[in-house]
């Protein structure tokens, strides 16, 4: 049977546990650096990245501006809540205009109505978030140096590219996609990885089946399977990204699509604060 281990990011970070502190402790120093002290991003009234960027902000002494996705029945999430007490300013707007949020002009009218600012994109996905993430492959070879092949969430592919950049030959890095559909997902990371040296990359793929019905939704199967290993291991995971890494891995080594003597290693990326949004988990 195959050894699987857990890198538990949901214990790191402090008030920002898992991937997205890695991410936005990276764009905050890129900031600082331009003497900008307010930092503006996008997202989900459930988004895990708003919640780490407004604890930061509030424990690193910058200011956070939130747009976030109106959704008439979820316009008071205990995220949103969080991000209010920790001094972030939420702007709720229309999802019609929450799509223009890579528009070079709209942009330009967030930056005119924030500026000072820096606008970190949703997710916490740039080049600034690929670096911040190498150091988390920097703890892999520390704490893991034989677990070869790594497997992760994938949600802009961000974590992934830094892992891959960051751990470079020898390692095989696993995504499992969060999304359904996400064909551009492979080249996305392709642009991420163009700035590092091609032969010291870590070789990658990533698997297309786990996503259980699409972006956050949930199966039958994918909500027994949690709460098993849940009550097994006593590891808290959450539907959206970890839960269906774990389930991947199980499902993987079970049918023998990878081979069984070989270690595993799962990065346990938090998102722990979106638990929240589930019922049917226990808190
Ligand atoms: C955001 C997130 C991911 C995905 O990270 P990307 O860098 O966007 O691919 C994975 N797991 C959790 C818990 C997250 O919050």
């Known amino acids: 049977m195959s050894a699987v281990s857990l890198l538990r990011l949901d214990r790191l970070g402090g008030v920002a546990p898992g991937n997205k502190c890695f991410k936005l402790i990276a764009n905050w120093n890129q900031a600082k650096a331009q003497g900008l002290t307010r930092l503006v991003s996008f997202g989900g009234s459930w988004s895990n990245h708003l919640h780490a960027l407004a604890a930061l902000g509030a424990e690193q002494g910058f200011a956070t501006v939130g747009i976030v996705r109106g959704d008439e029945a979820r316009e008071n999430t205990a995220m949103l809540e969080d991000a209010r007490s920790f001094g972030m ?97 492979e080249s996305k990371i392709n642009a991420y990885l163009q700035p590092y040296c091609s032969n010291s990359l870590a070789r990658w ?47 993987q ?17 938090g998102g722990l604060q979106g638990r929240r949004g589930y019922p049917w988990l226990r808190p």
Request: with cysteine; proline share 4%.
């Open 89 to 185: 300013e939420v702007i709720t707007v229309s999802r019609e205009e929450y799509r223009r949020r890579y528009d070079t002009a709209y942009v330009a009218n967030i930056v005119q109505r924030f500026r000072p600012c820096m606008i970190v994109p949703e997710g916490g996905a740039n080049s600034a978030g690929v670096a911040g993430c190498t150091a988390i492959a920097d703890l892999i070879k520390h704490h893991a140096p034989d677990d070869e092949h790594v497997v992760l969430g994938v949600g802009t592919g961000t974590t992934l590219a830094g892992l891959v950049a960051g751990l470079g030959k020898g390692y095989r890095v696993t995504g499992v996609s969060a999304l359904k559909g996400a064909s551009d997902m």
């Open 253 to 269: 080594l079970a049918s023998a699509g990878w081979p069984s003597d070989e270690p595993v290693l799962a990065v346990h990326t």
């Open 205 to 251: 793929q990533l698997v297309h089946d786990w996503h259980c019905g699409g972006f956050a939704k949930v199966s039958k199967a994918l909500k027994r399977f949690m709460l098993a290993f849940e009550d097994v291991q006593g590891v808290p995971l959450e539907p959206i990204y970890t839960g269906k890494v774990l389930y991947a891995i199980h499902q």
